[in-house]
DNA sequence: TTGCAAATGTGAGGATTACTCATGTTTTGA
DNA sequence: TCAAAACATGAGTAATCCTCACATTTGCAA
């Protein structure tokens, strides 16, 4: 995993942790920044907070991230990581139009639970929009995910015109995120009719061309 | 990100201008604020290179703005506001689905070119929604104009579950707005296609119960 | 006009915080 | 064994938001 589509703007070099104490140690920072982000926003996270907490220096802090951006970079790059699996194993085996529709709403209901569950992603998502390189990652990871959707279409349509095919998946897919976070910020049963709304409205267009 | 920790909930109140002095200089703040997020984004916007720029010191910006924050959403509020009478307008006189296919075309593309154009609205939309403040005005400001939309559901519909048809409005605003954004951060001819997508998708649900 | 309170204007300085760097300690590998 | 590389430390630096004590201007009643 590079990861380095997003990597351009910031990179201050900073060494990899190469021994096993240090590991260790760097673990435990991110462990400490996951709880702090969970409790108070990453906005409102400090970096001596994260120090203290993970029971290291200011110092040993830099000399694995290079700023705090990329603290909240690193734990935004696991959830990444962690979903694109996830996204690419429900689909991969769907072959008609009900199986896409059982795939679909399985991975919205995974996804809006993991929002609902996980203040970290809950933050990282809805709080770091105005960091450009954040903003970067996450329309990468957009594209990426939606090319899962893409390559289902393909099969399924496989005379369709791709670029629209492309098109649909990757609106789809935002708006879907969109939907979700939306979800999550009002009233438990108004998400849910909107996440089902959403559900349908998506579906009809992925299926429907 | 910031330099000062923002724990408070809302920031603490300011004398309005009163005199005809003071409603200028107010005005040379704001808009010497909307040159600097035009050309940095608020995030890199200094108050003291407002307080320059507008002619003015640093304790007079302090006089009318409580904090950094609420100089982005003066700004921002001016912008729901207008934009506010522009949907208002715009669906008013729908009486029929093709009137409300033409009204709601017309309307994205509105937004779209809006937000195209006007550089401190894209900063202010996609760049402020780690503050709970200006998200909480987001999230007003989106009800708001589904509400609008759900006027119109309601008079071509008169029979249909009502809190469906809200939800339908909430849920094809937001993901608008979520389609724009989109939008505006690719290519330009990628962008007019997911309008375009985007279009088709929400018209369908909201013609089609 | 005059006087005075309220409104407005000022900018040096307090307070916070991300980040650096010189220096000390531990681990590695030959 | 020992030198070099990796790691650890935390007081100090720079940048920035915001305050506050004091100066000036304006509105207005006497």
Redo the contacts with the bound molecule.
């Keep these: 995993m590079d990861g380095t589509a997003a990597n351009e703007q910031i990179a201050?070099p900073r060494?990899?942790?190469?021994?096993?104490?240090?590991?260790?140690?760097?673990e435990r920072m991110l462990a400490a920044a996951s709880a702090l982000i969970a409790e108070q926003g990453s906005d409102?996270?400090?970096?001596?907070?994260?120090?203290e907490r993970a029971?290291?220096?200011?110092?040993?802090?830099?000399?694995?991230?290079?700023?705090?951006?990329?603290?909240v970079w690193a734990l935004a790059e696991r959830y990444t990581v962690e979903s694109q699996a996830c996204i690419s194993e429900a689909l991969r085996d769907v072959t008609d139009a009900e199986g896409l529709g059982r795939a679909f709403s399985e991975l919205v209901d995974i996804y809006y639970g993991l929002f609902l569950a996980e203040p970290v992603m809950r933050d990282i998502w809805s709080g770091t929009q105005a960091d450009k390189a954040l903003r970067a990652l996450e329309l990468a990871d957009s594209r990426a995910n939606a090319a899962f959707l893409t390559a289902v279409l393909k099969r399924l349509r496989p005379d369709a015109d791709p670029v629209a095919l492309d098109t649909t998946a990757f609106l789809v897919w935002q708006t879907g995120e969109a939907a979700i976070r939306l979800a999550i910020s009002v009233d438990r049963p108004e998400g849910d009719r909107l996440v089902a709304a959403y559900k349908r409205m998506a579906l009809r267009e992925l299926l429907d061309p």
């Design positions: 201050s060494r990899a942790p190469s021994q096993q104490r240090s590991r260790e140690r760097v409102a996270m400090r970096m001596g907070e994260v120090a029971g290291v220096s200011i110092g040993s802090l830099y000399q694995f991230f290079p700023d705090k951006r990329a603290i």
